[in-house]
């Protein structure tokens, strides 16, 4: 990895596309937009200022995400509290863009706002697996958790969305013959 051998030119490009992957991930840690990006360029710090700690290539993204996440349990254990205000457009503007219609719009934001609403865990798994289409196995990793927790997890965050949806909006359930 160039980065690590004191290359400027490619350590800057490697925070340049980390800090997309970075402010995901802290803006699902964080549930908050402002929160998410003084994290992200927390971690971004860490990142350069420790080039000499970066993994080989194939173990960056893992090692990334840890330490993003550890950086956001550390931010929860500084204020002894959670905050799940996220701006659901937020969240929405990577996946939808300049040609989603009104009404699309808002079903992603009512599904944003029923994600934020999800324990962190489930959160998190939900956010990997699902809306980024990392493997259960490689989440898993990533987590350092069973494969199994994995799976576990993703099963309650999917059944305590669809929950939410049927009963605060009962028109979307499908009739069944």
Known sequence: MRAREGDDAALAELAKTSARFVRRWALVQMG????????TQDVLIRMI???DALPDPTRFAPWL???TRNAATDRFRRRARWRADADP???VSASAGPEADAAGGE???LLHGLFRDLPRRQ???FDL???QGIPANDVAVL?????????????????NLRRRILSDHPELAEERP
């Open 65 to 67: 995400y840890r330490v």
């Open 143 to 159: 987590l350092r958790i069973r494969p199994a927790s994995v799976r576990a997890n993703l099963f309650k965050a999917r059944r």
């Open 89 to 91: 457009d937020d969240l």
């Open 49 to 51: 200022q420790n080039t």
């Open 107 to 109: 079903l992603m934001r």
């Open 129 to 131: 697996v699902e809306l």
């Open 32 to 39: 908050d937009a402002s929160e998410a990006d003084d994290l």
């Open 123 to 125: 959160r998190e798994v």
